[in-house]
């Protein structure tokens, strides 16, 4: 096997009832297949999946996969970008702002990345919404709220069409199961729940695929401070 092929990993699975993984499984399974036969299918360069336990799912040596840049709204509107925190590393993730299954319980692993370090060392998360037909600043303060998120972190928002372009860069597949309950559209979104570790010169470094331990997302970004 030469060193730009990836080999499998097993992660650390957190302890929860068998008919939410099951659920999970059914709802994720598109989205995550479409996720990794866009990596698998990019002419980018290939990541090294590592073989252990725990950590990463896939790694990239410095300087060598930019992270694709992107300009989109944060929770009050105004523009928000991934250019605008070069110069420190910052976790890009991909979340629905009205999710009430796994959204809340990674968000919560990234959390506790960020606790691991002093306030005024903890790098950002940039959240890009996976749910543009669920973007209001209610949901964004709901979700401030229930999910009690750091100040570190930014909502990236936007149209369809600008959103669709993020995710397809960074490999995230999305899945909208349409469907009208009593003449009202409704937006079941199913997504690859991924973070990405950017480094300060805004390469990335390591992907995370859920489930993760945030102890293990710190652990790659002090290799970067």
Not at 39 to 45: F, P, Q, V, W, Y
Not at 72 to 89: E, K, V
Request: aromatic content about 10%; proline content about 9%.
């Amino acid at each position: 096997m030469s060193a730009n092929e990836p080999t499998a990993r097993r992660s650390g699975w957190p302890r929860l009832p068998l008919w939410r993984w099951v659920a999970a499984a059914l709802a994720l399974g598109v989205a995550l297949g479409a996720g990794v036969a866009l990596l698998h299918r990019s002419g980018r360069a290939q990541p090294t999946l590592s073989a252990l336990p725990g950590g990463p799912a896939a790694t990239w040596p410095a300087g060598k996969q930019r992270a694709p840049g992107f300009r989109l709204a944060d929770a009050s509107g105004a523009p928000i970008s991934l250019g605008a925190f070069r110069g420190r590393p910052v976790i890009v993730t991909f979340i629905d702002p009205v999710c009430r299954s796994l959204c809340p319980l990674e968000a919560q692993q990234l959390k506790s990345a960020l606790t691991t370090f002093p306030a005024a060392k903890r790098p950002p998360i940039l959240a890009v919404s996976v749910n543009p037909w669920a973007q209001s600043r209610a949901a964004y303060r709901r979700d401030a709220r229930k999910w009690r998120l750091p100040p570190q972190w930014h909502w990236a928002a936007g149209a369809y069409g600008p959103l669709a372009r993020v995710w397809k860069a960074y490999k995230i597949g999305v899945l909208d199961r349409k469907k009208t309950v009593d003449g009202i559209t409704v937006h079941d979104v199913a997504h690859t729940e991924a973070s990405y570790v950017v480094d300060a010169a805004g390469y990335q470094r390591a992907l995370f695929l859920y489930p993760f331990q945030g102890a293990d997302v710190a652990a790659v970004l002090k290799t970067l401070s």
